[in-house]
């Protein structure tokens, strides 16, 4: 009985001394990894460019027929102030809306951080770009 308790005391001992000296060996700083804050992802980014890109197009292509197809900057202009100031006339009504409904989309898309890159221009100021645009091809022919 004597050598089997050597030997369960043998074992027992070199079982407590591993286990102990390992996790001592062993034992590095474990690092957690990073938890990300996930938000809900926003489905509804697509309507609001939807909008925005019909709106735009609505606004462009109303000045294109109207005024660009011609070369007439001057009505342009007259149209554009007329658009400003919120004037009764049915084109401005109608371009105001298109405009009251980009800058609606534009900015809940801006809220729930939507792409937004296809948009930094308002519609209204790249009327006035291509206005200026047509001035200057009038006064290079002339």
């Not at 286990?19 to 690092?31: F, L, N, R």
């Not at 990073?34 to 019909?54: R, S």
């Not at 000045?63 to 660009?68: A, D, L, M, T």
């Not at 898309?109 to 009327?127: G, M, R, S, T």
């Amino acid at each position: 009985m004597d050598i089997s308790f050597k030997r369960y005391f043998l074992i027992c001992f070199i079982v407590v001394f591993t286990g102990c000296s390992y996790q001592q060996i062993d034992k590095k700083p474990t690092v957690s990894p990073k938890v990300v804050d996930k938000k809900p992802i926003y489905k509804f980014c697509h309507n609001h460019i939807k909008i925005m890109t019909h709106a735009s197009t609505y606004i462009f292509n109303e000045f294109e027929k109207g005024y660009f197809i011609q070369g007439d900057d001057i009505g342009a202009k007259a149209q554009v102030f007329l658009i400003e100031n919120r004037s009764p006339t049915p084109f401005s009504k109608n371009i105001n809306a298109a405009l009251d409904s980009y800058k609606k989309q534009y900015n809940l898309a801006k809220k729930y951080k939507c792409d937004l890159n296809d948009f930094e221009i308002n519609p209204l100021d790249e009327i006035k770009e291509k206005i200026k645009t047509i001035e200057a091809k009038k006064k290079d022919n002339k």
